[in-house]
């Protein structure tokens, strides 16, 4: 299949996933403030919320408050994606997001720490039981020491324990990445520009299976400065497999063609 068909096909999946299903599916642009409304505070406000014109395009802006508290929930400074009523996404079908993020290239020797942050959460069935919920996470943090890696909050805690380090990809570099979350049956997948950074198993998979992704979350956290974090294109992907192509946008495209070639099933 021509890349052009797959594209095509990919869209036509996407168009029938808006109606008359129980998929939830959005892409937030900000090219207008439109977007901004399906936002809502999670733990801490911070001091901007909008969209705004940033390197050639509308995107989102949340400026990290540096007055804020630098310890404790107050220092953790995001909004929350909703649905048009204010609710998780709650359909039991939506299973992964992805997003571009911009990496500040000031970061990376201002001796400041910047943490770039996007949470999942995660749908189970049976009922979640308090800290057993899944919240997935994987962020982008830029160190004191002007050294930077991603963190990842894995389910399986009981394996991995806490955030854990994961080297950023060989050659990366700022500017913007696309960060690609797919909630997958035996565990967690991250993407980072179309290639798998990071995956991890579900602990309680047996007990409490989880069955949708609820929202995603895109924070930042304070340490003392203030700090612009820009994203875009924050979009739902309603089935694991096939729609990657399409919420991945282009990169996912070209990753799985080359995918192909590679393994010799170009058509
Ligand atoms: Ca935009
Ligand atoms: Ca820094």
Redesign the pocket.
Known sequence: MRTSQLLAVALALVAGTQSGTAQYWFIDTFDTSASLAYYHVDRYAPSVFTNAFFDGSDRLQLTVNGSAPTSGTGSIQGMKRLTDTGALWGNGLTTGYSLDFYVDPA????????LVSFWSQLKVNPADVGSDYYWPNLSYW???D?T?TFLVYPTNTVALGDFAEVSLPLGFTAGWHTITYLMESDGNYWYVDGSLLYKDTYYYADIYKPTAVETVIIQGRNYGTNYNIYADNVQTIPEPSALILVAGGAGALLFVYRRRRRSGTTR
């Open positions: 970061w990376a020797d201002d001796s400041k720490a910047q830029s160190k004191t002007n930077a």
